[in-house]
């Protein structure tokens, strides 16, 4: 075997270069694929979104922002772990979650309970990833869930995301004009049809398209300052400075210490209805990938739900022991992997391998959150780019959650349980969602009833109920 420039062997209709390790495919940059330089570049400027976990972290921990930092660099390093081990995916965070793992974690008071309990939370997620990937018992797990019950957890963490802006005391107090304007813009860019038309006539807006959320994020540095909403940024020329000691002393198990095991009990329902989430993450990747594969069949690309368990379950254990993160370690950055997947689809050109695109990015966002002067100039609206994030993930949450009701009586179940996960956490969700699919459907609880709610042919049977 070459030792350097392997990629360049690779034929049309193969998966690109590896070193076989068990389950993973090990692939090293500039050996096994092409560093792609465009992508690297995009992630130097993206790692700005992964900055806004440090407005989350400052407030359910109570920490100071190098801290804060500290831990996104470890969760940054971690993203590394999927391309390097034949994961095709761009990873980021379990994002529909957060808001329920907030709402988790505040029920314990701040200080050395609350931290324990977001490690607890962390470690059973971690955990249980690693023996449904090594068993591969995921899908089965989530298909003896009643869908009904599944709606109603999705549903209710796009709730809960778009509560915790709009609360008394959330982002948009602090922030009004700045979410407003950047949140309006973000959805016309994201969602509009309208630009959409805009990106096929003109190759400006295609690029901007293509940015995801970030110009929004640049807009918002612009916008906050003029409406007296944020400073103006301070620009420093230096590096970055993550304060890794005090993060080891004052919020990891080497200075609170092990949780105790009821800490680790209490997480399970949260746990588990994180986990249908993320299942759906892993869903959406398996069939963005398919779809990119239509247009690049000179390079095969194996998806593997089992070794992406083990890659995301083994950063979210060991995360949980040096570095427990709110925003978790989660399979996908839905965002960027579409960006990818459209960079791919234009030939091998454009980008030789997908592993060399994904790479590249995520050197470029580690590279990113050791420059201060990117780190900087986003600091003062992480709040804007944070409230942009769970507004986002709170529509597609709830387009989601509709859709996976089957039937009308499904989703007024679903309205409930969501209700109930907002109010009063997971557990109690999950209990009213039992209690109500027993009584309502009785023994077809798992397999409910299937009617023409959310189907074109809803009126003509509404009709003919009539007529009868």
């Known amino acids: 075997m070459k030792l350097f ?6 034929q049309d209709g193969e998966v690109s270069p590896y070193i076989p390790c068990g389950p993973f495919q090990i692939r090293l940059p500039f050996i096994h694929y092409r560093f792609e330089w465009p992508d690297y570049l995009q992630g130097l400027l993206m790692c700005a ?3 806004a976990a440090i407005p989350l972290l400052t407030q359910l921990l109570g920490m100071p922002f190098e801290v804060a930092l500290a831990i996104v660099v470890l969760n940054g390093l971690f993203y590394l772990a999927h391309h390097l081990l034949g994961d095709p995916c761009v990873p980021g965070w379990i994002t529909p979650a957060i808001p329920l793992i907030m709402v ?13 309990s977001l490690i607890a939370f962390q470690m059973m997620l971690g955990l249980f990833s690693i023996f449904l990937g090594t068993t591969k018992l995921a899908s089965k797990i989530v298909q003896v869930i009643p869908s009904a019950i599944k709606s109603g957890i999705i549903i209710g963490a796009g709730f809960a995301a778009i509560i915790s802006i709009f609360k008394v005391g959330g982002r948009f107090e602090s922030f009004p004009w700045s979410i407003s304007i950047a949140v309006g813009i973000g959805f016309y860019l994201l969602y509009s049809t309208h630009f959409a038309q805009l990106q096929t006539k003109y190759p400006f807006f295609s690029v901007l398209g293509k940015l995801g959320i970030f110009p929004i994020i640049i807009l918002a540095v612009l916008i906050a300052p003029l409406f007296g909403e944020a400073s103006w940024p301070t620009i420093k020329w230096e590096f970055s400075h993550p304060d890794f000691k005090t993060l080891w002393n004052e919020y990891t198990v080497f200075g609170v210490g092990f949780p105790p095991l009821a800490m680790y009990l209490s997480a399970i329902p949260t746990v588990l209805a994180t986990y249908i989430v ?7 990747n ?3 990938i398919a779809d990119g594969q239509k247009q690049r069949a000179d390079e095969k690309v194996e998806y593997k739900s089992s070794r992406a368990h083990l890659i995301f379950g083994g950063r979210n254990t060991v995360m949980s022991i040096i570095g427990p993160d709110v925003t978790m370690c989660g399979p996908i950055w839905s965002a960027m992997q579409v960006v990818m997947i459209e960079r791919w689809k234009k030939g ?14 995520r050197w470029g966002t580690n590279t990113g959150l050791l420059l201060m002067p990117i780190v900087s100039l986003v600091q003062p609206i992480l709040g804007v780019a944070l409230a942009l994030t769970l507004l986002i993930q ?6 989601i959650g509709v859709l996976e009701a089957k039937s009308g009586k499904d989703l007024g179940i679903a309205g409930i349980v969501a209700s109930i996960l907002c109010m009063q956490g ?3 969700a999950f209990a009213a969602g039992i209690i109500l699919c027993l009584l309502i459907y009785g023994k077809d609880f798992f397999r409910g009833e299937v009617d023409y709610t959310f189907t074109k042919d809803h009126d003509k049977q509404l009709k003919e109920e009539h007529n009868d």
């Not at 988790?104 to 324990?116: A, K, L, N, T, V």
């Not at 993320?278 to 959406?284: E, N, P, R, V």
């Not at 091998?348 to 990015?361: L, N, Q, T, V």
Request: hydrophobic share 40%.
């Open 104 to 116: 988790y974690c505040q029920q314990f008071p701040e200080g050395p309970e609350r931290i324990h």
């Open 394 to 399: 709170g529509y597609v949450n709830m387009k």
């Open 348 to 361: 091998r050109k454009a980008m030789d391998s997908f592993f060399g695109g994904i790479g590249s990015f």
């Open 49 to 51: 979104v992964d900055l």
């Open 286 to 288: 398996k069939a963005l």
């Open 278 to 284: 993320l299942f759906g993450d892993i869903l959406q």
């Open 426 to 428: 997971a557990a109690w």
């Open 5 to 10: 420039n392997t990629w360049k062997t690779r």
